[in-house]
């Protein structure tokens, strides 16, 4: 197989008669499965992609909505193609700029290549704006320029998209999750579409979520192997500075000063406790990082390949 083509839906029943006729249109020279993961619709999605969809097409139907990121790795999971596609079920992406993404990675020898939506059709102040800015924050912080990190469209070796750990709702820093696997990536313009039918998933409040997993992307991306070198720093540092606090406080005393009513005593005792805190927590991340890679035989690194000399 060729290609697998992953589609994450819910609640798409208008869309997905149009979407398997334009993957037939654009796919038709390509040995390809679909794989599509129905992330709990309530609607007639499922009804309609039994009722119309191809004979190289599958369906992975959730017990229940988990979300963008879990229903792609299903997917991903359940993908069978030496690449795989992923792309959204609403037609704003079009099936039609698979076939050059693929050409693309196969001339550049890439591992990924990821779409970037040009023209894109969404509504500027909800959708537009917050994106623009949400990408420059992820791009200075962790230093993967990508321009668009909100397009689904991405075509992975298989190797590369089984291997990337999606969980939560990290769909959005995929293009950091494949900096840190160490894989070659380029970005290449894809048309977009205005939806035609159903409404978006997706609102302001995604802003407070990509907040949150951007916290966490920076805390993986730095510290995953080694948790000791922040909470250590952070801990020490505040241990410094309490004990040297607490240090000058004492030779007030000792001189004949009164400090038990001073601010200064209890910042320095707080910020003890919390240097204390702060280095017990990076040993047990430390205990709990190396039981992570030991119990499951998971190595620290990953091999590109191996050349054997004749």
Do not use: W
Not at 54 to 73: D, E, F, S
Not at 191 to 198: K, L
């Amino acid at each position: 197989m060729k290609l697998s083509v992953v589609i994450p839906v819910m609640n798409e029943t208008g869309n997905i008669k149009p979407l398997f006729t334009s993957l037939a249109a654009a796919l038709g020279g390509i040995e390809h499965e679909i794989v599509l993961v129905d992330d709990g619709s309530t609607d007639n999605t499922i009804a309609e992609i039994q009722a119309n969809a191809p004979a190289n097409a599958r369906l992975v139907i959730l017990n229940k909505n988990y979300g963008q990121t879990t229903a792609m790795a299903a997917g991903i999971d359940h993908a069978r193609g030496e690449l795989i596609a992923t792309i959204d079920g609403d037609l704003q992406n079009d099936p039609s700029d698979i076939p050059m993404m693929m050409q693309h990675l196969y001339d550049n020898d890439l591992d990924v290549v990821a779409g970037r939506r040009k023209g894109r059709q969404d509504g500027v102040i909800l959708r537009k704006i917050p994106s623009r800015i949400a990408n420059a924050i992820i791009r200075s912080l962790t230093g993967v320029h990508i321009h668009d990190y909100g397009c689904t469209l991405k075509i992975f070796k298989t190797e590369v998209a089984k291997n990337l750990g999606l969980y939560g709702e990290l769909h959005r820093f995929i293009p950091v999750l494949v900096h840190l696997y160490g894989a070659k990536m380029e970005e290449v313009e894809v048309r977009h579409h205005a939806r035609q039918f159903g409404s978006s998933k997706y609102g302001i409040d995604r802003t407070f979520k990509v907040l949150s997993d951007l916290l966490f992307m920076l805390f993986f991306q730095k510290y995953s192997q080694k948790p000791m070198h922040l909470f250590g720093s952070l801990g020490f540092l505040s241990l410094f500075l309490g004990i040297g606090m607490n240090c000058y406080l004492l030779a007030l005393k000792i001189a004949g000063e009164k400090v038990g009513g001073r601010p200064m005593l209890s910042l320095g005792i707080i910020l003890t406790f919390i240097g204390i805190q702060l280095i017990t927590t990076g040993f047990i991340a430390e205990f709990i990082m190396r039981t992570y890679y030991e119990s499951q035989n998971k190595k620290t690194y990953i091999v590109r390949k191996i050349v054997d000399k004749k």
